[in-house]
């Protein structure tokens, strides 16, 4: 299973981008897709997560900012992400629990850089 990521770039604060993931392979199910992000010098964080019924999960610091969604047929997820701060930059990175014949294994995007000038 390969993971490919597209979007991302430079942005002013206050701008919007939209990164998009395609999930290509031998699939059975997708359990969830996530983006995680991680900026220099600090741990790889959980941005949001959307599981295969549809619910949805955020990081606090992106609620009301950034909206995940999925096309389960398309296999593909993505993230809009809306009112962007200084504070939003950092590599991002796709992530889905994939279910292959009866074992569930995790997949990772080559990430995506995000900056965002103040």
């Known amino acids: 299973v390969q993971l490919m990521e597209s979007g991302g770039g430079l942005v002013q604060a206050g701008g919007s981008l939209s990164l998009s993931c395609g999930a290509s392979?031998?699939?059975?199910?997708?359990?969830?897709m996530a983006w995680y992000r991680q900026a220099p010098g600090k741990q790889r964080e959980l941005v949001a997560r959307?599981?295969?019924?549809?619910?949805?999960d955020y990081a606090d610091s992106v609620k009301g900012r950034f909206t995940i969604s999925r096309d389960n047929a398309a296999n593909t997820v993505y993230l809009q992400m809306n009112r962007l701060k200084s504070e939003d930059t950092a590599v991002y990175y796709c992530?889905?629990?994939?279910?292959?014949?009866?074992?569930?294994?995790?997949?990772w995007g080559q990430g995506t850089q995000v900056t965002v000038s103040s």
């Open positions: 959307i599981v295969d019924g549809g619910s949805t």
């Open positions: 392979g031998t699939i059975r199910i997708i359990q969830e």
């Open positions: 992530h889905a629990m994939v279910i292959i014949n009866v074992a569930t294994r995790s997949f």
